[in-house]
């Protein structure tokens, strides 16, 4: 299915199912690359967060350089206890392999920590081929994924529990 047929914030009502969000960690780590459409998911990502009921005490943003180091900082949190974390990136494809690289690497650290971490990472990185795609999916025609990673997390937790 794709994204214009379904939106996965759609699943918002599984946030009441997370016993105790009120005393919750989320970190949430955002790449500064690609400020605009990061910004933009960021603020997607913690709307849907406090909408289901965390409070901004149990709320960390941390933000680093790129894409490639989103892996890092979601190891850190995760060593200091995180009850979820979401990571938000942006990469567009350009003339060389560096966008193939930096997807790579990233997916495959997640994918590492959510297979060896005490609580769910979730991947809200776009891969796009243009900036307009992007916008696309930062609150434009095809929804907010940093609301949807946020649903995506709350729905982990919610399973986990």
Sequence with gaps: MSTADKHLSDIGHLSTQVKNIQTKR???????????????LLTGAVDFLKKAGLPDSGLEIIEVPGTFELTYAAAKALKQNADGIIVLGCVVRGETPHFDYICQGVTQGISLLNTQGSAPVIFGVLTT???????DRAG?????????????LLH??????
């Design 26 to 40: 989320i970190v949430v780590v955002r790449a500064l690359w690609n400020d605009a459409v990061t910004g933009a």
């Design 129 to 135: 081929e243009n900036q307009v795609q992007a916008l």
């Design 140 to 152: 434009g025609k095809f929804g907010n994924k940093g609301e949807e990673a946020a649903a995506t």
């Design 156 to 161: 982990m937790m919610a399973v986990v529990s």
